[in-house]
């Protein structure tokens, strides 16, 4: 695998569709029994345009018989909390309480074993899909992280690909294995069972 460089959200968008439209891809082939998870990193002043690539990737690989399951995480949990009817006595209480409780209040009642991944699997459940698109990791940081995400994830989503459009870093050396750094600034944790797919070939 080739460490890729991208001079535009245009040479992005080419490789990963090339990518997500192969059968290499589809079948999840020459991942050595590893979690069929993919990285997409990008820095966190293209979100804009980041956010524009996937409307436009869904649209090709849709054209091309690929169908993509979209679940935004952010949009999840503001959906969650309306559904357990404490989304307006969050917004009652956010001015009233420091950063800290209200942070531990959305870690318990948006955790991903008990809450978020459920209903992410239930969002499965009823799809018909080839890939997952996960996104809006950066809106939920710091009560949601991306790789508290991946790691319940994994007893769920397995049989399809799934990509997370993550805005910072996903680094990989020697000395600290794999880490996933939001917005190139705030260490999300360590993770290393998702694969880089700028780094993917076909």
Sequence with gaps: MVKQNFK???ERLE???KVISSQRFLKMQGLNNEVPFFICAYQPEDAVEIEQLQSQLVSRLEQSGVRVLQINIYDLAIALLQE??????????ETSVSK???KELLQGVLDPDTHLVPAIAQKMQDADFDVIFLNGVGEVFPYIRTHSILNNLQS???QIPTL????????HSLESGASLELFGRLRDDRYYRAFNIADYEV
């Design 156 to 158: 769920t989503a397995t």
């Design 84 to 93: 357990r009817g404490i989304w307006q006595q969050i917004m009652d209480i």
């Design 100 to 102: 800290e409780q209200l």
């Design 8 to 10: 535009s959200v245009a």
């Design 15 to 17: 490789h990963l569709y």
């Design 164 to 171: 997370i459009f993550f805005p910072g870093e996903y680094t």
